[in-house]
């Protein structure tokens, strides 16, 4: 069982900062990668920000604004959010790549935490 719990999101202004954060819990081995999606209303779900061990990735439109950090000894990932636009208005999930121990053995998979709302207006 994996748990990610997410934090932060609501409402910003054009132009403001926000932090999300996601912590994940449970049965777990180890992380390949942990990262933040993102779908807006009538979207498909987008990643924004991916990290691994040895690669970092941000979708083309946050560039140079969102920063994506991870603490692998608390198994939490972290995205700063700086100079929003009402376009970066969506619902945004952590996301993480894990080996997990399960009742009859040990797993590789993806899992998705709940999703928390950026909204982004004056």
């Known amino acids: 069982q994996v748990d990610l719990a997410e934090s932060g999101g609501g409402l910003a202004q054009p132009g403001g900062s926000m932090t999300l954060s996601c912590v994940a819990s449970?049965?777990?081995?180890?992380?390949?990668?942990m990262g933040w999606y993102r779908q807006a209303p009538g979207k498909q779900r987008e990643s924004v920000a991916i990290?691994?061990?040895?690669?970092?990735t941000y979708a083309e439109s946050v560039k140079g604004r969102f920063t994506i950090s991870r603490d692998s000894a608390k198994n939490t990932v972290t995205l700063q959010m700086n100079s929003l636009r009402p376009e970066d208005t969506a619902v945004y999930y952590c996301?993480?790549?894990?080996?997990?121990?399960?009742?009859?053995?040990?797993?590789?998979?993806?899992?998705w935490g709940q999703g928390t709302q950026v909204t982004v207006s004056s």
């Open positions: 449970g049965s777990i081995i180890n992380i390949n990668a």
């Open positions: 996301n993480i790549e894990a080996k997990v121990r399960q009742y009859n053995g040990i797993k590789r998979g993806s899992y």
């Open positions: 990290m691994t061990s040895t690669l970092t």
